[in-house]
């Protein structure tokens, strides 16, 4: 948490931050990181997706269907070999009706092999229109790649050719690819992981600490970020700040959610992007490895009138409430950390004390603006760290949420409810920094 200063008597927000994500692209450098054991580990984490060694093909349409959460409005049975009782059923129907699927014998007992699982992992991505743009000189340059012979394969048509070729092109598939080989839970698993990447659900950041280019990345997504405003979200938590329910919420768009396994990664909030800047740094030079997303974030609090007239910009505002107060909302952002293993999570802690922890008004060698009470927190249990809650609603794809002690997370409940009975409120426990837990005891160093 910043340090109080009468000069900036606003900072005595809650501060839970996220700085813009560059939109949820991935650079090459972090894709490339990316492996099937990662992939593996995310599809039984967010899909309960677990894969055996033999897959037949309608093992694999259950599993693509899961992933793109697909629903089939016609009940229509397309299939000459599929009967109401499979349990691939309706997985079949919603695949047809999205074009992955083609009518007609679907054989979803057979043996799954890799050029099947290929051609439907390619149209699960939107890539078939791609694909289609194919002429024969790229199809043949592509399929060279994987050792297939376009002219003297008899058992392609153009279009299955057109496919595969996008598919190469594109990195769904690698040099190790053999059309006819059964395609393994390895396999499956990463053409799974490569689906989610293009359908915008799998892990969301801009890089990793150790590019290049990180620092102009983390640049470009602060000045892109706007305050963010959800009407209805706003005018539930901002009746609770002005009942003293609360002590302040944030304001964030889970478009921008990094999805990171919560067994490795942190959530680092603040508000001066040279603190950002030098933190990635400062982790750098002590050889911290990790994936890096920036998310916007709001940050809502009262600020009390005697304090004087606010100065107002784009990335701070006031509007004033019936007791001569003001709500004020603040640029913010919230850096996720997806650590390479649970030592570099553990060491991120020791880095911040000796380096980003304010101790006293004339410390020397912190890094720029360091709080008393630094905020970041895991999803996931880590030593030393204290228990908190927090309190979330959503709406659409925003969400505010409101950080209390464990034990007052009931109250906070029943407070929301009051002001709206109709909210659906998620109250969770996670853990987070000694310092910012004593800031929430009432202890502002």
């Known amino acids: 948490m910043k340090a109080l200063k009468s000069s900036k008597p606003f900072q005595i927000a809650i501060l839970t931050a996220l700085l813009l994500a560059s939109v949820s692209t991935l650079s090459s450098a972090a894709l490339a990181s990316d492996s099937t054991a990662s992939y593996k580990q995310f599809l039984n984490d967010k899909y309960a997706i677990t894969l055996s060694d033999s897959l037949t093909k309608g093992d694999f349409i259950i599993a693509v269907n899961r992933v793109l959460k697909a629903e089939a409005k016609d009940q229509t049975n397309v299939f000459t070999d599929l009967q109401k009782d499979s349990p691939y059923y309706m997985a079949a129907l919603a695949l047809h009706e999205k074009g992955i699927l083609s009518e007609g014998a679907l054989q979803g007992d057979q043996s799954l092999t890799q050029l099947q699982a290929t051609f439907i992992a390619l149209k699960a991505s939107g890539l078939k229109e791609l694909a289609y743009t194919y002429p024969k000189d790229k199809i043949n340059a592509a399929l060279a790649k994987v050792h297939i012979d376009y002219d003297q394969n008899n058992q392609l048509t153009l279009q299955a050719a057109q496919e595969l070729a996008a598919a190469i092109d594109t990195g769904l598939v690698s040099s190790g690819f053999e059309a006819d080989a059964a395609a393994n839970q390895s396999f499956a698993n990463d053409l799974l992981g490569k689906i989610l990447s293009f359908n915008n659900q799998y892990k969301h950041y801009i890089g990793t600490t150790s590019d290049d280019d990180i620092f102009r990345k983390i640049n470009d997504a602060w000045r892109t970020e706007d305050l963010i405003s959800s009407t209805e979200l706003r005018s ?31 959530t680092y909030g603040h508000s001066d992007i040279t603190h950002a800047i030098q933190l990635i740094g400062l982790l750098r030079s002590e050889n911290i490895q990790a994936k890096v997303q920036l998310e916007p974030k709001t940050s809502a609090f009262i600020y009390l009138k005697e304090w004087g007239e606010p100065t107002q910009s784009d990335d701070y505002q006031v509007v004033q409430i019936e007791n001569g107060n003001f709500i004020a909302y603040a640029k913010e952002y919230d850096m996720e950390f997806e650590f390479d293993n649970n030592e570099q999570k553990n060491k991120f802690q020791q880095v911040i004390f000796q380096y980003a922890k304010k101790n006293s008004d004339d410390q020397i060698g912190l890094i720029y603006s360091s709080w008393w009470q630094p905020l970041y927190y895991s999803l996931s249990e880590v030593k030393d760290y204290k228990v908190i809650a927090n309190n979330k609603v959503s709406k659409g794809h925003y969400y505010a949420q409101s950080f209390s002690l464990s034990d007052k997370s009931d109250e906070v409940v029943t407070g929301l409810k009051k002001i709206n009975a109709s909210l659906n409120v998620d109250s969770y426990k996670f853990w987070v920094d000694e310092p910012f837990y004593n800031y929430l005891l009432g202890d502002y160093k």
């Open 236 to 266: 539930v938590f901002d009746e609770a700040l002005k009942k003293n329910l609360i002590t302040g919420y944030n304001l964030k768009d889970s478009r921008f959610d990094a999805n990171f396994d919560p067994k490795l990664s942190l």
